[in-house]
């Protein structure tokens, strides 16, 4: 097979990665890694900052949940990140203990159009204060953590769980391919248009979109609209 003919400009970079095994040709301009470079040091700054602002309200959290209900203060599953590699992701415990293991049991009660995600507005694993975080998206805090390790970024699409990520799979394998290029996030285009409202096909689209869209100052818009939607408590259960 003959490679595609290209002339790269005196600013840009060529590198070579691999996805499911498949080399990758990227031809990207200096700006581009600029950014690249500015965004991670978004990550590293405002994860850093953020972890020692919120720490009061971290421990009370912690302290809410080891009151609410009998189990661990945090939550911890594999999700599918960057190039299809799974990670585990943290997060403050919402739901019961036995939560993963009742789930088979209410998939017949998703509320999800086309079944990828699975979603219930009266889930009955979700704690008293589970609700509560879900609500207001504390729940997420400690994926800070996720960034500061390098496993996801502040902005990004939402690292999905395995059961989704491969009911995903068999429906859109070449937007999934394209999607899982990028480091997921903790917010996203999705949290800022919908949250929970919005279908799974609307959410690959956001996400797709906002690869070929991305720039840095996209990121610090998103982060933005993302404490507006937090404060307002729009389209999360």
Known sequence: MSSPNFIPSPTSEVSVSSLYQEPILRVRSWHYTLQCLSKRILDFLGAGLGVLLLSPLLLAIALLIRLDSPGPIFFRQHRIG?????????????????????????????????????????????????????????????????????????????????????????????????????????????????????????????????????TFWLDLRILWQTVLVVLLRKGAY
């Open 82 to 214: 960057r190039n299809g590699k799974a990670f585990v992701i943290w997060k403050f415990r919402t739901m019961e203990v036995n939560a993963e293991e009742r789930l088979k049991e209410l998939e017949q009660l998703n509320e999800s159009e086309g079944g990828v995600l699975f979603k219930m507005k009266e889930d009955p694993r979700v704690t008293r204060v589970g609700k509560f975080l879900r609500r207001t998206s504390l729940d997420e805090l400690p994926q800070l953590f996720n960034v500061l390790q390098g496993s996801m970024s502040l902005v990004g699409p939402r690292p999905l769980q395995l059961r989704d990520y491969y009911l995903a799979i068999k429906d859109y394998n070449e937007d999934m391919s394209q999607r899982a290029t990028m480091l997921p996030g903790v917010t996203g285009l999705w949290q800022v248009s919908g949250r929970s409202e919005v279908t799974f096909n609307d959410m690959l689209q956001m996400d797709l979109f906002y690869q070929e869209n991305w």
